[in-house]
């Protein structure tokens, strides 16, 4: 006897967000929110990890301690955050981590130890400035902000320029072939120097000097990839944006050539290199070097474009991308860029991409997901690798959030950690499918326009533990929900 009762199996599940597409159109894999989350080797959706708090006391710039959690006050901006490797005379590196809060430096030895201050006093620019910028560079880490004279730190104290003049004021530098290449100088806005090479302090001379960057196009040098493959990557903006390739091993062979044009970067710290492309954020969207060289700078070929709304119809704010910050986590096949959204007071969502679940040519699939978090306003942030402290995660890496209440967050932290939440508040993971629309009918071709009816709805999940999921279902603006416990055993709706 037949049955006009059809089972619609939306299994497994490999989409990510689209907020593009009409929801009615959109494959069931697919999701219209992706709040929270992270993806799986397989796609499968997970509620996104926690953030704890990190270090257990106060420092001032005076050295002094208190208890408490944050660094010089809870009106301090956490500008910049790194974590610093150094070997000495042996084969046993040091870590540090190192950052930039207020108007003073600071250091910490561990996830269990506390933040101690470099500087003796309110020394490096203003708490104001967050275009603050950390980079390793010869054994030290330079800091600059494109407003005070740079300086290094070499794991004991601060150094300056020795050799030669001081380095002029610029925003930020990487490293390469040994040499320091800085950019983002207030008298010469197109220009890259380099130092000689293996003495970063030494930018006047012989085997010292600077090259400019198409002077005169309406743009400035805003960014200069980590060294991939031999090269660096300099990317011109924040007006028309072009990217060009550095190659060549000693200044004689130096040569540039211009690979992209178009989607113009709006800051540094929103350029993030991987081992395998070099991605980044702009006033239209989010790019991968590979896809933009390959396909061009067009919408179509844009990483972002299942969720370019947030540009074009103003869910982020655009005037606060110069201070957007990205990272890249490579435990959890993500880059992200934390951003401010229109009509709130803080930074504090990270649009994440999955790059090894995505398709990035032009038309494949995108799985991207975005991480709110609770209470936090978060200015700068980094993924670096945890100290042999935490025994229980001696190396792997974390991404750290800096705030702007003095306070470091640690991520990364699961239900046998500190619990999923952020620094003790809670939040909420949420996904939601498209309009269902698209059943077969009796000759199996779509038929939207018929007339369905639900007998019900069936969830596959892998048991948790003592955790729920709320389940609502919307047929003809009608709602059911139900409460879904995860320890092992379904409910029925309604």
């Not at 397989?42 to 959690?69: D, E, I």
Request: charged fraction near 15%.
């Amino acid at each position: 006897m037949s049955t006009h009762e059809t089972q619609f199996t939306v299994h497994p599940a490999l989409g990510g967000l689209d907020i593009a597409s009409d929801p009615t159109v959109l494959d069931p894999n697919f999701l219209t929110i992706a709040d929270n989350i992270e993806y799986r080797e397989g796609g499968q959706r997970k509620k996104r990890p926690g953030f704890r708090v990190y270090s257990t006391a106060m420092v001032t710039n005076s050295a002094s301690t208190a208890a408490g959690s944050i660094m010089v006050s809870t009106g301090a901006t956490v500008r910049a955050v790194t974590d610093y490797w150094r070997y000495g005379a042996s084969l046993t590196p040091t870590q540090e981590y190192v950052s930039v809060t207020g108007a003073s430096i600071f250091k910490s030895t561990g996830p269990s130890g506390t933040w101690a201050a470099i500087t003796a006093t309110s020394s490096f620019g203003s708490d104001s400035n967050v275009t603050t910028n950390l980079v390793r560079a010869g054994d030290k880490i330079v800091v600059s902000d494109a407003v005070t004279q740079p300086i290094a730190y070499d794991g004991t104290s601060l150094v300056a320029a020795t050799t030669g003049s001081l380095w002029p004021v610029f925003t930020a530098g990487k490293y390469h072939l040994n040499r320091l290449f800085f950019y983002g100088l207030s008298t010469a806005p197109s220009q890259i120097n380099y130092t000689a090479a293996n003495n970063i302090f030494d930018s006047t001379g012989t085997d010292s000097g600077s090259f400019t960057v198409n002077v005169g196009d309406g743009d400035q040098i805003v960014g200069v990839s980590q060294p991939f493959y031999a090269s660096l990557y300099v990317f011109k903006g924040p007006q028309f944006g072009s990217v060009y390739q550095l190659s060549g091993a000693t200044p004689s062979t130096f040569a540039m050539a211009q690979v992209a044009t178009g989607a113009p970067l709006l800051n540094n710290n929103a350029l993030i290199t991987t081992p395998t492309d070099v991605y980044w954020l702009s006033a239209y969207g989010v790019h991968s070097l590979q896809t933009t060289v390959k396909f061009g700078n067009v919408e179509e070929a844009f990483l972002s474009l299942p969720i370019q709304r947030l540009w074009r119809d103003g869910v982020i704010r655009r005037s606060h991308l110069d201070h957007a910050w990205g990272f890249w986590h490579p435990t959890r096949n993500i880059v992200g860029w934390c951003v401010h959204p229109t009509g709130e007071l803080t930074h504090h969502w990270l649009l994440c991409y999955n790059y090894a679940l995505s398709d990035p040519k032009p038309g494949g699939k995108k799985f991207w997901s975005i991480w709110k978090t609770t209470g936090g306003d978060h200015i700068s942030g980094a993924v670096m690798l945890m100290g042999a402290a935490d025994t229980a995660h001696t190396g792997d890496p974390h991404l750290f959030l800096g705030t702007s209440v003095g306070q470091v967050w640690d991520g990364d932290q699961d239900a046998s950690d500190s619990g999923l939440n952020d620094a003790g508040a809670a939040y909420t993971a949420t996904i939601r499918t498209p309009i269902i629309t698209r059943f077969k009918s009796d000759r199996g071709v779509a038929a939207e326009t018929a007339e369905k009816s639900f007998a019900g709805v069936v969830t596959y999940f892998n048991p948790k533990g003592a955790y729920s999921a709320n389940l609502t279902a919307i047929i003809d603006r009608r709602s059911q929900a139900t409460t879904v416990s995860l320890a092992g055993k379904g409910d029925p709706l309604g």
